[in-house]
C-alpha cells in the first residue's frame, strides 16, 4: 500500500486523499474514536491498535475499489 497515502489520511493538515472511498467520513469517524478512545495501560498501544484497524479497513477498500467490475 501507498504509504503517502496513509500519511495523508491521517494528517489532518492534508486534504483527504480523493483514492480513498468517503474519506472525509472515514477520517471524521476514526478523529473522533481518537478521542474518545480511554485505556487502562498502554495509551500509546491503543493509538496503534486504532490506528491499525482503519489502515486494514482502507486497505480492503481500495482492494476491492481496484479489482475488475467493480
Known sequence: ?????LDK????NQPCPSEI???EE???RYN???KNLTTTGCSSCAKAS?????IEAIWKELC?????GS
Do not use: A, G, I
Request: proline share 7%; hydrophobic share 30%; charged share 30%.
Open 1 to 5: 500500500m501507498n504509504t503517502q497515502l
Open 9 to 12: 489520511f491521517f494528517d489532518e
Open 21 to 23: 472511498p468517503l474519506c
Open 26 to 28: 472515514v477520517r471524521k
Open 32 to 34: 473522533d474514536e481518537l
Open 50 to 54: 486504532l490506528k491499525s484497524r482503519y
Open 64 to 68: 476491492k475499489s481496484t479489482q475488475p
